[in-house]
C-alpha cells in the first residue's frame, strides 16, 4: 500500500473516509427510519414519536440557517405557521386534498423566505431581532383576516379529514427528506460556500463566491422544511389558530434542540432532539408540575458545559472524527 | 509588454478624508510591485479598491485589459485576481482542505481532482499534516501560509499579498519569500505591500511609494531607495 503521505496514500485515506461517512449515514438513516416506520404497528406512543420527527426535521432546516449559514432566526415560527395555515386554508377553504396542500405549505415557506430575503444582509443579533419582528408581523397579518379565511380567534379546524397514522408517515417522509437534503449539503459545493460566507462573508466574497445567491439558497431551503412542518402538524391535530401556530416556544424549542445537539453537523439535531424531547417527556412523566423548571435548569447546565452542542463537543475533542461523521 | 493591472486616476474618500487622491500605476506579467508607505498611506484601501471591496469615487482599475472598476469581489475573482489580507481571514471552522475548495466551487473540474489539487497545493506549503484540521486550530503564521495556498488554488494572473510577513517567524519569513518568488517566475503579476523593506526590497523588480493617498515615487528599488521624497516621508526631514 503506497504511503498516506503519497498523492495515491491519500486518494486510498479519502476514498476510505468517504466509505466510512457514507455507511455511517445510511446506518443512522436506516436505523431512523426502521425505528420509526414500526412505531405504528407495534402501537407505540404515535403523538410522541410524530412531534420527535417534527423537532428533529425543525431542528435540522434550522441548522442550515444557523449552523451553515450563520444566521439565528428568532422569528423562525413564521414558516411553521404560514405552512399551517396553508394547508388548513387550501384543505378548508378550497377543498384541496390535505396530501396535494402539504407541498403548497412548502411553497407558501419558500415565498415567505423570498419576502424576508432582504433582512439576509443583517447580521447577528439585528438579523435575529428583525427576524422576531416579522415573525411578529405574519402573526399579525394573519389574525386580521377575514374569518372565513383564517377562522378568526378560534382557528381552523380541518373537519373529519385527521389521520394520525396517514400523518405519521408523511410527517416521516418529511423528516427522512429533510436529513436527505442536509446530508447532501453537507458535502455539496453549496453547503461549503454556505460555510465559506458564515466564517467570514467578505473573503468569501473575494474569493469568487456569490455571497448573496448562496445566502439565499441556504436561507430557502431552511424556510421550506419548517413550513411543511406546519402543515403535516396542521393535519395531525386538524385544528390551526394563530396563538399555536405562531407560538415563540417553538421557535425556542427548535433552537434548544439544534443548539443541544451541535450546529453544522448532520447528526447534532438529531441527537439534540432526541435527547431533549425524551428528557422533557421524563421530566414531565416524574415531575409534572415542575416540568419547565426543570428542563430550563437542564437546558442552563447543557449550554454551560457542552457550549458546542453534544455533537460538537464529541468532535473537538476528537477532530480526526470529522471527516467520517455526518 | 502589456499590463496585468491597470491603475488610472483612482480616488476613494471616506468622508472628509480622501485616503487614494488619483493613484496611477501599472504592473507587468511576472512582475513583482512593491508597494511601500508609512501607516495611513492608502496601501490597504488601494487593494480593497482594486478587489472590489470599496467603490472608487473616481478612476478605473483594468486586469488584463479588461475594465473592472465598481464590479464586485467575486467578478473581480474571476477576471483572475487573488488576495492575502494584513489579519489571516481564512475560514475558520473549516478544514484546510475545504479552505483551498472555497475559490474553485463553480470549477467544471470533477470534486476528486480538485481535492488533489488543493492537497498537492498545501504540500507545496508544508501544511499537508493538518489537512483535515480547522483553520482556526493553525497558528497566526500558518493561517497565512493557508490563506497563500487559498489564493494559489484558482492559478491567478494577479495576486495582491497584504503585509505577508507581519508577526512571522523570520524561518517562515524566508520560506514565504520563496514561494512569493515561484509565483512571479510562474509569471503572476504580485502586488506586494509590506513595512518590511528588506524582503521589499529584496523581492520588487518596481517599487512604488504612496504618501497621503498619492504615488510620490515609482521606480526600481535603487531609484526608491534614494528617492528625497520617499526619504522624507519615512523619516521626515
Not at chain 1, 33 to 52: E, K, M, R, T
Not at chain 1, 130 to 145: D, H, P, Q, T, Y
Not at chain 1, 166 to 180: D, E, I, K, P, Q
Request: aromatic share 8%; glycine share 10%; with cysteine.
Amino acid at each position: 500500500m503506497p504511503p498516506e503521505s503519497s498523492g495515491a496514500g491519500r486518494s486510498i485515506e479519502r476514498a476510505s473516509a468517504d466509505r466510512i461517512y457514507y455507511t455511517l449515514a445510511a446506518v443512522i438513516g436506516g436505523t431512523v427510519g426502521i425505528y420509526f416506520l414500526v412505531v405504528p404497528v407495534l402501537d407505540l406512543n404515535i403523538a410522541f414519536h410524530f412531534y420527535l420527527m417534527l423537532w428533529i426535521t425543525m431542528a435540522s432546516a434550522f441548522n442550515v440557517a444557523a449552523g451553515f449559514s450563520g444566521y439565528m432566526p428568532f422569528g423562525f415560527v413564521a414558516f411553521y405557521g404560514v405552512g399551517a395555515f396553508t394547508t388548513a386554508i387550501l384543505v378548508k377553504s378550497l377543498g384541496f386534498p390535505v396530501l396535494l396542500a402539504l407541498p403548497f405549505s412548502g411553497v407558501a415557506g419558500v415565498i415567505l423566505g423570498l419576502l424576508f430575503a432582504p433582512t439576509l444582509r443583517l447580521s447577528g443579533i439585528y438579523f435575529a431581532i428583525v427576524s422576531l419582528a416579522l415573525a411578529g408581523i405574519c402573526r399579525l397579518v394573519i389574525s386580521n383576516m377575514p374569518d372565513h379565511i383564517t377562522g378568526g380567534s378560534f382557528g381552523l379546524q380541518l373537519g373529519s379529514r385527521a389521520e394520525p397514522v396517514h400523518s405519521f408517515y408523511v410527517m416521516m417522509a418529511v423528516m427522512l427528506l429533510a436529513l436527505g437534503t442536509i446530508l447532501w449539503l453537507s458535502r455539496s459545493r453549496l453547503g461549503k460556500a454556505l460555510r465559506a460566507v458564515r466564517d467570514d462573508a467578505e473573503a468569501a466574497d473575494m474569493m469568487g463566491v456569490n455571497v448573496t445567491r448562496v445566502r439565499l439558497y441556504g436561507w430557502l431551503i431552511a424556510a421550506f422544511f419548517p413550513a411543511v412542518c406546519g402543515g403535516v402538524e396542521a393535519w395531525y391535530t386538524n385544528v390551526v389558530d394563530t396563538e399555536t401556530a405562531f407560538n415563540t416556544l417553538t421557535t425556542a424549542k427548535t433552537v434548544i434542540y439544534a443548539v443541544a445537539g451541535g450546529l453544522g453537523t448532520v447528526t447534532g439535531p438529531i441527537v439534540g432532539s432526541v435527547v431533549m424531547v425524551w428528557l422533557d417527556e421524563l421530566i414531565w412523566r416524574q415531575f409534572p408540575l415542575l416540568n419547565l423548571l426543570i428542563l430550563g435548569v437542564a437546558t442552563v447546565m447543557l449550554v454551560l458545559f457542552l457550549p458546542r452542542g453534544i455533537v460538537g463537543t464529541i468532535l473537538r475533542r476528537r477532530p480526526e472524527w470529522r471527516r467520517y461523521i455526518p | 509588454m502589456s499590463a496585468a493591472i491597470e491603475v488610472h486616476g483612482l480616488r476613494k474618500r471616506f468622508g472628509g478624508l480622501t485616503a487614494l487622491d488619483g493613484v496611477e500605476l501599472e504592473a507587468h506579467p511576472a512582475e513583482v510591485l512593491g508597494i511601500i508607505g508609512v501607516n495611513g498611506a492608502g496601501k490597504t484601501t488601494l487593494m480593497n479598491c482594486i478587489c472590489g471591496i470599496y467603490r472608487a469615487d473616481e478612476g478605473r482599475v483594468m486586469i488584463g485589459g479588461r475594465d473592472v472598476t465598481h464590479r464586485t469581489p467575486h467578478e473581480i475573482a474571476h477576471h483572475g485576481v487573488g488576495r492575502t489580507f494584513q489579519i489571516p481571514r481564512v475560514f475558520r471552522k473549516m478544514s484546510l482542505i475545504d479552505n483551498l475548495l472555497v475559490p474553485v466551487l463553480d470549477r467544471d473540474e470533477a470534486d476528486p481532482a480538485l481535492i488533489e489539487r488543493a492537497e498537492n497545493t498545501l504540500e507545496h506549503m508544508n501544511l499537508i499534516e493538518l489537512r483535515h484540521n480547522f483553520a482556526e486550530e493553525l497558528s497566526g503564521g500558518q493561517q497565512k501560509l493557508l490563506e497563500m495556498a487559498r489564493m494559489l488554488m484558482p492559478d491567478p494572473t494577479v495576486v495582491m499579498l497584504d503585509e505577508p510577513f507581519a508577526g512571522v517567524h523570520p524561518t517562515l519569513c524566508k520560506f514565504m519569500i520563496e514561494r512569493i518568488e515561484a509565483m512571479a517566475a510562474g509569471g503572476k503579476t504580485v502586488l506586494l505591500i509590506s513595512h518590511d523593506l528588506t524582503s521589499i526590497y529584496r523581492l520588487s523588480h518596481r517599487v512604488a511609494a504612496l504618501n497621503e493617498g498619492r504615488v510620490i515615487a515609482m521606480g526600481s528599488v535603487d531609484e526608491i531607495r534614494s528617492n528625497p521624497a520617499v526619504v522624507e516621508a519615512y523619516l521626515g526631514n
